[in-house]
């Protein structure tokens, strides 16, 4: 089974923001694949489907960004998913904008909600999918949590479209050759 897990910020007001990066992939997961979240539990909305032959839980966690972690322990252990077949999808403000990185291990790289799964989790041995909002050009917590401007906004949705690929491609085959493909 596979844990696909966007971060971001429960509300409204944070929707469109940049920080949401994780949630608006887990939006097009749900929308390609005509599922929604339809459970709540493991402070998480998340739902189990099968797509490409494969197990997938999508998980958003309900908890504010910074307590990721959280949500992380309490849904691997419930459902006994091995570090191996988890998917993280944040921001990544060393990453340009509209850029993606993949990684299967490594720090947080200064990334709250990342390294709050690395805490909890015991490890950095998690896969991830970065996209890049670029470096902040006002007080980080202002950048992160502001809408993109309309430039930004549109290499970030064709970044969030190659990350919806890039999951598709490891489900399809595996983590090693959507690495290979997407990771340019």
Known sequence: ??????????????????????????????????????????????????????????CTPLTFMNLSGQTLIEITHFYKISLENIIIIFDDMDTPVGQLRIKQRGSSGGQKGMQSIIDMMHSEEIKRIKIGIGRATTPVIDYVLNVPNK?????????????????EAILQHDFNYALSRYNK
């Open 1 to 58: 089974m596979y844990l696909i897990v966007g971060l971001g910020n429960p509300g409204e007001q944070y929707k469109k923001t940049r920080h949401n990066m994780g949630f608006q992939v887990i939006d097009k997961l749900l929308k390609k694949w005509n599922v929604i979240l339809n459970k709540e539990d493991f402070h998480s909305a998340y739902t189990k489907c099968k797509v490409f032959d494969q197990d997938v839980i999508l």
């Open 151 to 167: 430039e930004d906004a549109e290499l970030i949705n064709q970044a969030q479209d190659r990350a919806v690929l890039v999951i």
